[in-house]
């Protein structure tokens, strides 16, 4: 077990493969920056691999005081021995008080590897990261200064907050898309500390001849506009419906996760908690009865269009503008209105204007 130390940094793991960050380390920088801020400790990234060389000034960048460096032929593809062993032997040396990790797949591996090589607790997918205090009800004793680990539990139904008293360092993954990218600030300057550890052929067991990615087949969370459909499409073949507003729209198709799970289209288009996170400025979501599981993908959108014929449907709470009704007759009255009018860019400014523009849609 690592001692506790209050006085140690924030770090974010800084997952890379073939010389490209991933999103989510970066994406963790802002709130891991004001974690930092609150307990005015330093924030680290630590980066590991081979070919890394300009990967340490966008980190400094993104907010990291300092980039921690393990260069290595032998960390040029991720596995999880050798990266767990690499971690651990900082962990151990520098004692940070928090350590977090993109929920990606090679997070997901790497973070459990290290929590029980550490003997420390981990929280999985938190939605949220906060600083504060805990009193604990058997003896009374005020906890300052905690990761407050935040997640939601028990299928969605409860949002859970975590704290990890005294197995440190206090460990966290979050989900691709849930915290905002923050800008670049390219007047950053940091510390860039190289680390020499040992590493040998041994602490690699699998030799990897080569690696296959499958690219995402959209990318919901760059999209603008999205256009997303749910179960009450219906079937595959209507879910052209969504297909048809989508590219009429210039904007990204999407889906729940009932449409995902019926077959209506892939997983990678699946918007929630076990899907992505969005924020576009239109959302339109179709035929979706709006479950908490569904929202907490979605909700952060600025614009929130929804398509539903049962005026209860729980999508209408989050809802700016909703549309009452049966989606067969709704949205082929809008592709065409759309399509004829060229209200493309208004519906992305001004839906409800757009379409009441239209005379066809009743908003
Ligand atoms: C741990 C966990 C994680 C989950 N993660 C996710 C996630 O990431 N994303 C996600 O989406 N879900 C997720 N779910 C599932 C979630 O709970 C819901 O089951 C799912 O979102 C429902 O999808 P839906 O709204 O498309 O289907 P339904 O709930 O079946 O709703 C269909 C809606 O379509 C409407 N409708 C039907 N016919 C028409 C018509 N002709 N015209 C207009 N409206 C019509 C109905 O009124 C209804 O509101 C998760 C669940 C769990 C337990």
């Given at each position: 077990m690592i001692d506790v130390n209050r006085?140690?940094?924030?770090?974010?793991?800084?997952?890379?493969?073939?010389?490209?960050?991933?999103?989510?380390?970066?994406?963790?920088?802002?709130?891991?920056?004001?974690?930092?801020?609150?307990?005015?400790?330093?924030?680290?990234?630590?980066?590991?691999?081979?070919?890394?060389?300009?990967?340490?000034?966008?980190?400094?960048?993104?907010?990291?005081?300092?980039?921690?460096?393990?260069?290595?032929?032998?960390?040029?593809?991720?596995?999880?021995?050798?990266?767990?062993?690499?971690?651990?032997?900082?962990?151990?040396?520098?004692?940070?008080q928090?350590?977090?990790?993109?929920?990606?797949?090679?997070?997901?591996?790497?973070?459990?590897?290290?929590?029980?090589?550490?003997k420390a607790g981990?929280?999985?997918?938190?939605?949220?990261?906060?600083i504060g205090d805990h009193k604990t009800a058997k003896d009374k004793k005020l906890h300052k200064n905690l990761l407050f680990q935040?997640?939601?539990?028990?299928?969605?139904?409860?949002?859970a907050t975590i704290i990890n008293l005294d197995r440190w360092?206090q460990?966290?993954?979050?989900?691709?898309?849930?915290?905002?990218?923050?800008?670049?600030?390219?007047?950053?300057?940091?510390?860039?500390?190289?680390?020499?550890?040992?590493?040998?052929?041994?602490?690699?067991?699998?030799?990897?001849?080569?690696?296959?990615?499958?690219?995402?087949?959209?990318?919901?969370?760059?999209?603008?506009?999205?256009?997303?459909?749910?179960?009450?499409?219906?079937?595959?073949?209507?879910?052209?419906?969504?297909?048809?507003?989508?590219?009429?729209?210039?904007?990204?198709?999407?889906?729940?996760?009932?449409?995902?799970?019926?077959?209506?289209?892939?997983?990678?288009?699946?918007?929630?908690?076990?899907?992505?996170?969005?924020?576009?400025?239109?959302?339109?979501?179709?035929?979706?009865?709006?479950?908490?599981?569904?929202?907490?993908?979605?909700?952060?959108?600025?614009?929130?269009?929804?398509?539903?014929?049962?005026?209860?449907?729980?999508?209408?709470?989050?809802?700016?503008?909703?549309?009452?009704?049966?989606?067969?007759?709704?949205?082929?009255?809008?592709?065409?209105?759309?399509?004829?009018?060229?209200?493309?860019?208004?519906?992305?400014?001004?839906?409800?204007?757009?379409?009441?523009?239209?005379?066809?849609?009743?908003?």
């Amino acid at each position: 077990m690592i001692d506790v130390n209050r006085q140690g940094e924030v770090w974010v793991f800084a997952e890379q493969h073939n010389g490209k960050l991933e999103d989510t380390p970066l994406e963790l920088m802002s709130k891991a920056r004001r974690l930092a801020d609150t307990l005015g400790v330093k924030l680290a990234a630590v980066l590991l691999g081979s070919d890394i060389k300009d990967l340490t000034i966008k980190l400094i960048q993104f907010g990291a005081d300092k980039v921690y460096v393990v260069k290595h032929p032998l960390l040029q593809s991720y596995q999880t021995n050798s990266y767990a062993k690499v971690m651990l032997d900082l962990i151990h040396k520098h004692k940070p008080q928090i350590v977090l990790y993109g929920a990606t797949v090679t997070g997901r591996d790497l973070a459990p590897r290290i929590a029980s090589a550490a003997k420390a607790g981990l929280t999985a997918d938190c939605t949220d990261l906060q600083i504060g205090d805990h009193k604990t009800a058997k003896d009374k004793k005020l906890h300052k200064n905690l990761l407050f680990q935040i997640r939601p539990a028990f299928g969605g139904n409860i949002i859970a907050t975590i704290i990890n008293l005294d197995r440190w360092p206090q460990m966290a993954t979050v989900r691709e898309g849930v915290m905002p990218m923050p800008e670049p600030d390219v007047t950053r300057q940091g510390e860039i500390v190289t680390e020499n550890i040992t590493i040998t052929p041994e602490d690699l067991p699998l030799e990897i001849l080569a690696e296959h990615k499958r690219p995402k087949k959209v990318d919901l969370k760059a999209a603008r506009i999205i256009v997303a459909g749910g179960a009450g499409v219906g079937s595959r073949e209507n879910f052209k419906l969504i297909w048809d507003l989508a590219n009429c729209l210039g904007a990204a198709p999407a889906a729940s996760r009932a449409a995902v799970d019926l077959g209506f289209i892939d997983r990678d288009h699946q918007v929630g908690q076990t899907g992505t996170t969005v924020r576009p400025s239109l959302y339109i979501a179709v035929g979706i009865s709006g479950a908490i599981q569904h929202q907490a993908g979605m909700s952060q959108s600025q614009k929130i269009v929804a398509i539903n014929n049962d005026p209860n449907a729980p999508i209408f709470q989050v809802a700016h503008y909703k549309i009452i009704g049966d989606l067969n007759g709704i949205v082929p009255k809008m592709i065409k209105t759309i399509k004829e009018k060229s209200i493309k860019e208004e519906m992305a400014i001004n839906p409800v204007e757009a379409l009441r523009l239209s005379n066809e849609v009743k908003v």
